[in-house]
């Protein structure tokens, strides 16, 4: 017979398991997942963060905050004349700048190793429209969030801990929704630029509320126990959540996004606080997860609320395909390439907010100073040239823009004549734009939401510059050209800025179906080639289009250092173009940026090309930088 020691504490037997505390163990799991994607979110900040000293240091980050308005300042186009008295005194009247100077040696290995990465993780998988670099981030998330779930968890009989990493992700979730988050300071990305995660986080939310809940139904199935899935509050709460669920992500799908947006937009809202409030009436440990992502929104809406501006605009339609709408009583508060999110009341669409570039930049900086209403006259004179921005007619919002545009207008003429040149001839016997024909633009109240985004990169730090365009994606490279452009003014012929401007070669590209699509931005092509032509500013810029449909050539207007294609092009093979003559001139080591704009499968081409140059040539350019806007819902 055994005799038991009934002295000191029992001891459990051997193969004694004891009880899986869903609600102890599992909170824990959701804690180090969320642990590791903040960590994650640092690293990228601590990889951006030269780019953002450097921003810091030139002061150009604290740029396109909020537009403001600024009376009286003496507006003084940039093409005026320079003083002398302005100028740097390093820069002599007549002699060249000089040549780019040989390239460190940390700036040719970072420049290869950089190279080396933008080979693989710039390469778009076909299908999918997200880049190698874009994949390897959702993969490392997915996998922590499903080894998380996974890890020593009796799934079958407790899915609990699929839900608790189902909340664990609203932080993430919303931080990347957020269009005025502190993250598109801290990662150098505009909210466009980082709305992948949010998407396919939100798809992965699905994922792990979908395991959490058909695993407890069927458990209970499993156990004769499915009435209470009809009787119990906490489950027919649960129910209600995840119905609410699948309507968000329903109601989310692209062709949605794409094709009705605005109700996209409404009803996303009004089902994500529906959503908030059923899943804690389901769980109370929902609570804590559910604080954050409204302190997010609320943070975010507040920022919008301060930077929001009603504004006068006029409406200009040089056709039936596109609506240019300026705004001229502003004076700053962007930068180059961001975008606003405009409401403009008219025939009772109150609630519609559209993205549009900007394509013009600030008036401290923009070449461009004529624009054709004479009523503008007088805020042209007070605020420069203001804000310009262009609707393509895509939908039924942007056609009835047009439409508003060119009512009420003479019918022999009609709004295009304000784009339409009187033809003369210049000092250097070139032929160009001395003045325009003027109409009246049809004036109209706007609402203006921004601005937004921006190009991650500076590409004034480059000397050679591509910017490639397709249809309306134009609006955003038009604008880096005026900003460039404008620039290299102030660094070498006004002495105004700190000569660290590098920018000596910009090639323009843009794929337009017809000849008269070039007449919409004709204005302004012509007053960036007036001003580049100063043989002063060491500065070439180069025009080319590339049309795809034979229209009418003639009906097009003679533009300096410019020329035009009849075919469809190969971005790849316009980039090789382009960076042979670069390495066969003297400036092949002063880095190449390119800059693409327009549809998806544009974009993708440009970043599969620059993809392609590798870490050897990139090397051998100085370093090579891509931004790109896919013009897309």
């Known amino acids: ?91 002599t009247p007549g002699r060249d700048p000089p040549g780019p100077s040989r390239m460190p040696v940390a700036r040719r290995l970072t420049s290869l190793i950089k190279g080396a990465a933008d080979f693989v993780q710039l390469r778009v998988v076909k299908g999918s429209n997200l880049d190698v670099g874009q994949i390897i981030v959702l993969a490392a998330y997915l996998v922590t969030l499903l080894v998380c779930v996974i890890y020593q968890a009796p799934l079958k009989s407790n899915s609990n801990r699929a839900g608790f990493l189902s909340l664990a992700q609203f932080p993430f979730v919303f931080i990347y929704a957020a269009k005025s988050s502190p993250l598109t300071l801290l990662l150098g990305r505009g909210y466009e630029k980082l709305n992948f995660l949010h998407r396919w986080a939100g798809r992965a939310l699905f994922l792990t509320a979908t395991i959490h809940g058909s695993l407890w139904i069927s458990f209970y199935i499993r156990n004769n126990q499915a009435s209470i899935l009809l009787t119990e509050d906490k489950e027919r709460r649960g129910e209600a959540t995840y119905a609410l669920l699948c309507l968000i992500v329903l109601g989310s799908l692209k062709p949605v996004r794409r094709f009705a947006y605005n109700y996209f937009y409404a009803f996303h809202t009004l089902a994500t606080t529906a959503f908030f409030i059923s899943i804690c009436y389901h ?92 009523s503008e006259k007088v805020e042209l004179e007070r605020n420069g040239p203001g804000m310009m921005l262009a609707a393509r007619n895509c939908g039924d919002w942007s056609n009835a823009l047009n439409r508003l545009a060119r009512s009420d207008l003479p019918e022999d003429k009609g709004s295009a004549i304000a784009l339409l040149p009187v033809h003369g001839t210049g000092e250097d016997g070139h032929e160009e734009f001395h003045e325009l024909e003027t109409t009246e633009g049809r004036r109209v109240g706007v609402m203006i939401d921004g601005p937004f985004g921006g190009p991650s990169i500076d590409f004034a730090q480059s000397e050679n510059v591509l910017l490639i365009s397709g249809g309306s994606g134009a609006t955003f490279t038009l604008g880096i050209l005026d900003d460039l452009v404008g620039r290299v003014v102030l660094d070498r012929r006004l002495g105004k800025a700190s000569r660290t401007i590098r920018t000596r070669k910009i ?10 699509s070039i007449l919409w931005f004709m204005r302004q092509f012509q007053a960036v080639a007036k001003v580049a032509s100063d043989p002063s500013l060491d500065l070439e810029v180069h025009f080319r289009f590339f049309v795809t449909c034979f229209c009418d050539p003639d009906a097009l207007p003679p533009l300096r250092n410019s020329e035009v294609t009849q075919t ?19 400036a092949s080591r002063g880095g190449l940026a390119v800059g693409a704009s327009g549809p998806e499968r544009l974009t993708s081409e440009a970043r599969n090309a620059v993809a392609n140059i590798g870490p050897i040539m990139a090397s051998r350019l100085g370093g090579v930088e891509l931004h790109t806007e896919a013009y897309c819902l």
């Open 568 to 586: 469809k092009p190969v971005i790849s093979d316009v980039l090789k173009e382009f960076v042979g003559d670069v390495v066969a001139s003297d």
């Open 283 to 374: 769980t109370p440990y929902a609570v804590p997860w559910v604080v954050p992502p409204v302190a997010f929104y609320t943070f975010d809406f507040l920022v919008r609320l301060i930077r929001m501006r009603f504004k006068d605009a006029y409406l200009e339609a040089p056709d039936n395909l596109i609506t240019l709408i300026h705004i001229p009583d502003v004076s700053g508060g962007w930068i180059a390439g961001q975008h606003v999110r405009i409401r403009i009341f008219f025939d009772g669409r109150v609630f519609e907010q559209h993205p549009l570039s900007i394509l013009n930049a600030p008036p401290t900086v923009s070449t461009f100073a004529n624009y054709p209403s004479t």
């Open 507 to 516: 090639h323009f590209v843009w794929c337009i179906k017809s000849y008269g």
């Open 1 to 91: 017979m055994q005799v038991r020691d009934l002295d000191g504490a029992p001891v459990p037997p051997a193969d004694f398991e004891p009880l899986y505390n869903s609600y102890v163990t599992d909170p824990i799991f959701a804690r180090r997942f969320t642990w590791v994607w903040v960590a994650g979110t640092l690293a990228f900040v601590a990889l951006y963060s030269p780019k953002l000293l450097a921003g810091l240091r030139s002061g150009r980050i604290w740029q396109g905050w909020a537009i403001y308005e600024r009376f009286n300042h003496g507006y003084q186009s940039i093409d005026h004349e320079p003083i002398e008295e302005k100028r740097s005194p390093s820069h």
